[in-house]
């Protein structure tokens, strides 16, 4: 180990953002225990969405996707929590992927019955979170759906021009 010299300091490098070409991001998988009929959603499966949206912003900030990140948690969040509430599955899996300047949020259970986009009344505390996805979307130039009868819920966002490879 070499001697510390009095008033030496370290320089630490911070990593830079690597700007994406075409491919996957992350694909990430979590575990969670299937909800019977209107059983709370248990603390533990909360805190895997959370722990997901902080990994998808990591990711993204690594591959130069930064300025995505605040609408990617909001989507990451409302796919995930509607995931563990509604499909009665045990393994769900988050991938993120870069396709034609297109950044893809692909949320996958494995159950059929697809996520469809219902109207809430103003008294409702629940049942908005497709509606922001939708608008998120939108304003991203984007599209979303579900494929697999249901067992996979997806959007796309545009990559803002600056952050495209």
Known sequence: MPPRVAGATTA?????AVIRRDGEVM????????RLGDDPLRPQDANRVGAMRR??????RYCG??????????????LLTNAVLHS?????TLSLSVRDGFLRVTVTDGMPGGATRQAANEDAESGRGLA???ALVAEHGGTWGTNDNGAETWCSLAAPAEDRP
């Open 65 to 78: 996707l930064g300025a995505l990140i605040d609408e990617v948690m909001v989507i990451v969040s409302e």
């Open 27 to 34: 694909r990430e998988r979590i575990e969670v225990a299937p």
């Open 55 to 60: 990994i998808a912003a990591a990711k993204l």
């Open 88 to 92: 009665g599955t045990k393994e769900i």
């Open 132 to 134: 922001l996805v939708e």
């Open 12 to 16: 630490v490098r911070t990593p830079r």
